[in-house]
């Protein structure tokens, strides 16, 4: 029996209003019902797809992106799109999750600035939130994503892929839908936040905070922003995703140029560090930016649950998780652990100098995993720990 056909989604103006959105498609989900208690109204999810849905709608792919990306996993730069696709060289025609085969969904996070309903966004009564947006968890986040998906006509996703924090939400799909999710890939990620990264986090949002033109949040519609406090946030999380040999090898003590340090001016590193805080203020709202921080404080999959280790005894899907070797924001520790609690899984990890961006820069690899777990290439159960 040919299912029915999926539902029309809903879809209107831009993330901001009469801007060019490229391929971004818009979806109003609603109300939705926050963990906290508190009621989030007219959500919209800015999502991009790829490839055609099979009339078995069984070839459904999810892509979550991690904490400053947005569903624009492949494809150009373009007019309503700062950067080029984040994981071309792992999704799209004839990559290892391929777009002449599957349906891949790719979602603008809730609390995101490109599409999805977050800070900058505008509140029913016709202003931005600003500080009066929530806290959203990555619980609630995930079930926006959900409602999209029923949208979509799409029951079961065949694979929900994530890394970073789009990892923390893809492990939450898996334990909060299990019958939703065949195959499960979490990457550089784990099942809650440990407290080395809730310090780091923390030292982010209070730089974001400190800036004057901050305003507790309500600095939409000012001539400036706390662009200060955003790149000095990004210039902390940056140092957490690349490896400390990586940093001494690419700059050791080199000076920036001609600049002498004795005299005021800066190293080499100090310039890269300044260089990614001024590209993150170029693209990035820094509502959302604490948004999202404040929602990666909030993950453990086993609040309310009996803990992390019966949360993740939930999870049916096939599972792979992969660790960077060199990652020091998630340690390989703690994503063997994630592991080790699910039934059955795969524990793969990449080589990289590069630290947490590793799954970024470290495409061959990722593919080469990818490959293997997909299309069914691991040699047995025996080697399910294999590092």
């Not at 305003?215 to 000095?232: F, Q, S, V």
Request: hydrophobic share 40%; charged share 25%.
């Amino acid at each position: 029996m040919t299912p029915p056909a999926p539902p029309p989604v809903p879809v209107s103006g831009g993330w901001h209003e009469g801007d060019p959105v490229a391929s971004r498609l818009f979806a109003d989900l609603g109300s939705l019902r926050l963990e906290n208690g508190r009621t989030l109204d007219s959500v919209r999810l800015a999502y991009e797809t790829w490839g055609e849905l099979d009339e078995a709608r069984s070839n459904a792919v999810l892509i979550l992106h991690a904490l400053t990306g947005d569903a624009h996993v492949l494809g150009d730069a373009g007019p309503g799109q700062p950067t080029p696709g984040w994981w071309g060289d792992v999704v799209g025609p004839g990559r290892v999750v391929d777009t002449d085969r599957h349906y891949v969904v790719a979602v603008n996070v809730l609390g995101g600035c490109l599409g999805s309903t977050g800070p900058s966004s505008l509140a029913p009564d016709g202003r931005p939130w600003g500080s009066r947006f929530p806290v959203v968890s990555t619980r609630d986040q995930v079930r926006a994503e959900a409602r999209l998906a029923d949208l979509l006509g799409i029951d079961v996703w065949s694979a929900v892929i994530g890394a970073s924090l789009g990892g923390q939400r893809a492990v939450e799909w898996a334990v909060s839908y299990p019958d939703r999710v065949e195959r499960l890939i979490v990457v550089a990620s784990g099942a809650q936040t440990t407290a080395e990264q809730a310090a780091w986090t923390h030292a982010q949002i209070r730089a974001i905070e400190l800036d004057p033109r901050w305003k507790g949040g309500d600095y939409h519609g000012e001539e400036e922003g706390p662009a200060a406090g955003l790149a000095l946030a990004r210039q902390i999380a940056h140092t957490t995703y690349r490896s400390p040999g990586e940093l001494d090898a690419r700059f050791g003590r080199l000076p920036q140029g001609g600049e002498d340090p004795l005299r005021g001016g800066r190293l080499a590193v100090e310039s890269y560090l300044d260089y990614h805080g001024d590209k993150i203020v170029r693209r990035f709202d820094a509502g959302s930016y604490v948004a999202l921080c404040r929602c990666l404080l909030t993950h453990d999959v086993g609040r309310d649950r009996g803990g992390v280790r019966e949360a993740l005894s939930r999870v049916t899907a096939r599972t792979l998780v992969v660790a960077v070797d060199s990652d020091r924001l998630f340690f390989p520790e703690q994503v063997w652990q994630m592991a080790a609690g699910i039934s059955g899984a795969y524990y793969r990890e990449i080589h990289s100098d590069h630290g947490h961006d590793g799954f970024l820069i470290e495409s061959d690899q990722v593919t080469a995993l990818f490959d293997e777990f997909l299309n069914e290439r691991i040699p047995s159960r025996t080697s399910v720990f294999a590092r």
